[in-house]
C-alpha cells in the first residue's frame, strides 16, 4: 500500500536546541511522527513537507499529481493541516525533477522551503521579491496582501479542491491539525477528519525549547524525537481503515 502525507515543517521530521541559531533550533532527523503510527509500519510512505506554507502549496502538490496522472498511484492520504493563513504561491515548475531528502525502503521525503515560493505572507518576505524580481515593494505591500478579502477564499478553496481531488480517486484521507483545522463546509464521502487539533500546544513538553514570541525567537519551535512518538500514539488512538 502507498501512503501519500502531507504536512507543514512539522512534518519535515525530528527537532533538536541549537543555541546561537537565529530559530534555536535545527532539523536533527527526517524521523517524524508517520514513524510511530502503527497501522503505517508495513506500508510504503511518500512525505512532502512544506515549511511555513498550508494549503495552497497542499492543493499544488496535489493538483501536480493529478495532471501527471500520479495521484492514483496512492492508496491511502493522511494530511496534516497547520496553523493558517499561510496564502504561498510556489515558483514554476517546482515539482519537476525533485529529489528526495531522505529515502530508503520504505519511506521517500521531499522537502519544500520558503524558497520554493514566488509570493508568501510573511512581512520579511517583501526583501525577497524585491531582489528576486528588482520591485520595489515595501511593507505596505505585504500589509494589504495580508488584509485582501481574496485570501481565506483562496485558501478555503484550495483545501476543498485538494480533497475533492482525493475524493474522486476514492482515496481514503484523514486529517489532524498541528494548530485548529481549518474549518471549511467540504464533505466528502472518504474525507475523515480524526478530530486531532493543537498538537503544537498540546506537545509543549516535547518542544525544542520554551518560547517567548519576538523574544526568545521570532519563530515558533518544533518538537522534538519524543513528541513526535507522543502524535504517532495519538494517532494511534484513532482508527485509520
Not at 520558503?114 to 505585504?142: C, G, M, P, Q, T
Not at 476543498?160 to 467540504?186: E, G, Q, R
Not at 498540546?202 to 517567548?212: A, D, E, G, L, V
Not at 519563530?219 to 513526535?228: E, F, Q
Request: glycine residues 4%; aromatic residues 14%; charged residues 20%.
Amino acid at each position: 500500500m502507498n501512503v501519500l502525507i502531507l504536512g507543514c515543517s512539522f512534518s519535515s521530521g525530528s527537532y533538536v536546541f541549537a543555541e546561537g541559531r537565529d530559530d534555536k533550533e535545527k532539523l536533527n532527523s527526517y524521523i517524524g511522527w508517520w514513524n510511530f503510527v502503527e497501522y503505517l509500519k508495513n506500508h510504503h510512505k511518500t512525505i512532502f513537507s512544506f515549511s511555513g506554507m498550508g494549503w495552497t502549496a497542499y492543493n499544488s502538490l496535489l493538483y501536480n499529481l493529478e495532471e501527471n496522472n500520479k495521484l492514483s498511484e496512492y492508496d491511502i492520504c493522511i494530511i496534516q493541516e497547520t496553523f493558517e493563513p499561510r496564502f504561498s504561491i510556489l515558483k514554476p515548475n517546482v515539482f519537476q525533477n525533485i529529489q528526495p531528502v531522505y529515502e530508503n525502503k520504505s519511506v521517500k521525503h521531499y522537502n519544500f522551503s520558503l524558497a520554493d515560493s514566488i509570493l508568501h505572507d510573511r512581512r520579511w518576505y517583501v526583501e525577497r521579491l524585491n531582489k528576486n524580481y528588482n520591485l520595489n515593494a515595501n511593507d505596505n505591500f505585504i500589509i494589504d496582501y495580508n488584509k485582501s478579502s481574496s485570501k481565506w477564499p483562496l485558501i478555503c478553496g484550495s483545501k476543498c479542491f485538494s480533497l475533492s481531488l482525493l475524493d474522486k480517486h476514492n482515496i481514503p484521507t484523514y486529517l489532524f491539525s498541528a494548530y485548529d483545522s481549518l474549518l471549511v463546509d467540504c464533505k466528502f464521502k472518504k474525507i475523515i477528519d480524526l478530530k486531532i487539533t493543537n498538537v503544537w500546544l498540546r506537545m509543549s513538553k516535547y518542544h525544542t525549547y520554551k518560547w517567548i514570541p519576538n523574544i526568545t525567537s521570532r519563530y515558533a519551535p518544533h518538537i522534538t524525537i519524543d513528541g513526535n512518538k507522543e502524535i504517532g500514539k495519538i494517532i494511534n488512538e484513532h482508527r485509520i481503515l
